[in-house]
């Protein structure tokens, strides 16, 4: 237990500054890094992809709690859209971990690679999310919380590549999208790591210290770590050109998507 803890706790320390030197977080970073992980530790590939997003979800619903709480402190977190969102986010949460149940994990981690290409492409060439004025109806809200819910806790990250841009289109300020977002991914966290958990009972070639697809050794070295690693991270990151941190980090994104895929 002791080396597993000081090997992910390694793990963690290079996620949470990677994390906050190119200004991203979440399983975008986590998930990779633990399939990286887990394959060293000799677990059995079968379960690898299912039990790095379930702990990475839950990792999140730790770092999460934190940023969201500062965001809250600050008032930047727009209730009234996050209200809206919230019953589908939940929902979609749940239904994105009984998705990723019932796929294989090499299928699993193409998928996973594909998304990673995808963001990386993404982060390339769009431009800036635009505010908007007025929020869309209720079930518009809704619907785009479900979507967002199930890509998120399919994929074990916490959602803000979907969510910021959805919500700044909707009228919140990029300050409060930001917070709402953070708020946003922490039931979509919680939701989906309990899922996790649950759908991962009765697998018998999980590895001993997990609760289903979650395995704790990795969830304390990597939350214990990776957050005062992110401060270093974004101090790094203020001595270099913003343009430059995001190009290098959706270059490394191309990189590992391109791995998992193949």
């Keep these: 237990m002791l080396s597993a803890l000081v090997f992910f706790s390694l793990v963690g ?49 730790v770092t999460g709690a934190s940023s969201a709480f500062g965001h809250w402190k600050k008032g930047a977190v727009a209730f009234h859209l996050l209200r809206q969102m919230l019953p589908g986010l939940m929902a979609g949460a749940v239904l994105g971990g009984l998705i990723a149940d019932q796929l294989p994990a090499d299928l699993l981690e193409r998928y996973f690679g594909i998304f990673m290409l ?4 993404r982060m390339l060439f769009s431009k800036p999310a635009e505010t908007g004025k007025q929020p869309v109806g209720l079930p518009v809200m809704l619907g785009a919380g479900g979507l967002i819910g199930a890509i998120s806790a399919l994929f074990g990250i916490g959602g803000g590549v979907l969510n910021v841009p959805w919500l700044a289109r909707n009228g919140a300020s990029m300050a409060r999208a930001i917070g709402t977002s953070a708020a946003c991914g922490l039931p979509i966290a919680a939701v989906g790591a309990g899922t996790f958990v649950l759908t991962g009972q009765g697998q018998s070639t999980l590895p001993a210290y997990s609760s289903g697809y979650l395995y704790w050794p990795a969830f304390v070295g990597i939350a214990l770590i990776s957050v005062p690693c992110a401060r270093l991270g974004v101090r790094l990151a203020h001595h270099l050109s913003p343009q430059l941190l995001k190009r290098l980090f959706a270059f490394l994104m191309l990189l590992v998507g391109f791995k998992l895929i193949i």
């Design 13 to 61: 320390a290079v996620a949470g500054v990677i994390a906050g030197l190119f200004g991203i977080g979440g399983g975008v970073v986590i998930v990779p890094a633990l399939i990286v992980a887990l394959n060293q530790q000799g677990v059995d590939p079968a379960v690898v992809v299912h039990l790095a997003i379930g702990t990475s979800l839950a990792i999140i619903t």
């Design 118 to 121: 995808v963001l990386a492409l």
